[in-house]
């Protein structure tokens, strides 16, 4: 078959690969329809983690089922299926306990396990014709329809970026009348922030500096902050001081909370520097949450952050150690949330949501290009062509 192969940082290819096999009487095998690039797979495109070349890419996967095993039961040849991109047995303890993202039992190296990424086992990736889902049973969620319909795009979703956006609002405690800010108005972002409103916040901040993501952050409902005009949690509270709604409600001393109550990082180790976007700082989307999270609020972090970046800003940062204002953290109680999205806890709901027309994720898909489109030998992408400056 045909895939896309992880040659080196910067480099990846369009190669004929093994096709994948029924290996076990749990796994099925699947005719990828669509699969997504993630933030993380740039992570590896530009050397950021220690993947090994020859590694299939592509943890964003949906398709057709082209083959079951004999132990198989409750999906056939023929359904349509969004795979989560963790993979996981369904019976260990975390797996048990909803932590589908820890399992203990498909990778010999870590508690986690993943398609086509570094560090999450021997599974190869799904950007490519075919691939081997173990643990089908349990793996696969079943879609209406048919490829390449409506729908397409807004399923394919359920692998990983509106589960983790959704997990992101878990995590920072989002509910009925919470007041929000989301760092980061990428894919992860923008759908953090519809999970926000969802969830009946009453407002949304989101915070980045290109124009369309933001522009694509205020039709959905949220309030854009363009930090490249200053300090975004400055913007925040000044925009809520200058609220006479929101100041005719507060009882002496309230004032003490002109932040928000729950806080999202939806952006990780390769943060922008404010000052000067061209440069990372990777310390300071956190730095910038913690101040603008009120007393007893909530910091929820799904962008990603890891124990090794061979191109880190410093030497801690390539140890995956960050700075934290820990000390103002503590001061103001506010808890944190961390850690890879559980995606199974979530899809099932997430798509009846789809189903049912309350929502469509997929207004953050910004391009759409064939498998053949992909570099080949003669021809390989810039780390521009691959990821431009829209909402994926």
């Known amino acids: 078959m045909k895939a896309i192969v992880y040659k080196s940082s910067m480099k990846v290819e369009l190669e004929e690969v093994e096709d994948p096999r029924i290996e076990a009487a749990t796994d099925a095998i699947i005719r990828i329809s669509t699969s997504g690039i993630c933030g993380s797979d740039l992570h590896m495109y530009e050397g950021r983690t220690s ?28 359904d349509r299926v969004v795979i989560p991109f963790n993979v996981a047995c369904g019976f260990c303890l975390n797996c048990e306990r909803g932590f589908t993202s820890a399992c203990l039992t498909v990778n010999a190296d870590a508690p986690t396990g993943g398609y086509g990424y570094a560090g999450m086992g021997p599974y190869r990736g799904g950007q490519a ?56 108005a990428g894919p992860v972002g923008l759908l953090a922030a519809l999970s926000s409103l969802i969830k009946g916040a009453s407002e949304v901040y ?42 005719g409600s507060l009882r002496p001393g309230e004032e003490k909370m002109a932040g928000v109550m729950c806080g999202i990082d939806a952006v990780g180790y390769q943060a922008r520097s404010f000052d000067s976007p061209r440069k990372e700082n990777p310390i300071q989307v956190m730095q910038s949450l913690v101040k ?14 890891t124990a090794a970046d061979p191109h880190g800003v410093n030497k801690k940062a390539k140890e995956g150690v960050f700075e934290l204002p820990f000390g103002e953290l503590f001061e103001k109680g506010i808890s944190l949330g961390t850690g890879q999205c559980p995606v199974k806890k979530y899809n099932r709901f997430l798509r009846d949501l789809i189903i049912s027309g309350r929502v469509k994720p997929s207004f953050i898909v910004s391009h759409r290009v064939s498998l053949e489109e992909a570099p080949g030998p003669t021809r390989n992408l810039t780390s521009a062509e691959m990821v431009s400056p829209k909402y994926c």
Request: aromatic share 8%; hydrophobic share 40%; charged share 20%.
């Open 129 to 184: 014709e075919y691939l081997r889902v173990p643990f089908a049973d349990f793996n696969c969620l079943k879609l209406p329809g048919a490829q390449g319909d409506s729908h397409e795009d807004d399923f394919l979703l359920l692998s990983d970026v509106f589960p983790t956006a959704y997990h992101a609002t878990e995590l920072a405690k989002v509910m009925p009348g919470s007041t929000v800010a989301v760092f980061g």
């Open 206 to 247: 989101i915070v980045d500096h290109y124009k369309d993501r933001l522009k694509k952050a205020e039709q959905i409902g949220a309030i854009p902050i363009d930090f490249s005009k200053g300090d975004p949690a400055e913007q925040i509270m000044e925009l809520r001081k200058k609220n006479s709604l929101i100041n």
């Open 51 to 78: 993947v090994t070349p020859g590694t299939v890419l592509g943890h964003e996967n949906m398709g057709i089922v082209e083959k079951v095993g004999s132990a198989v039961t409750s999906i056939q040849v023929g």
């Open 292 to 305: 603008i999270i009120n007393p007893t609020g909530n910091l929820g972090i799904v962008g990603v952050y």
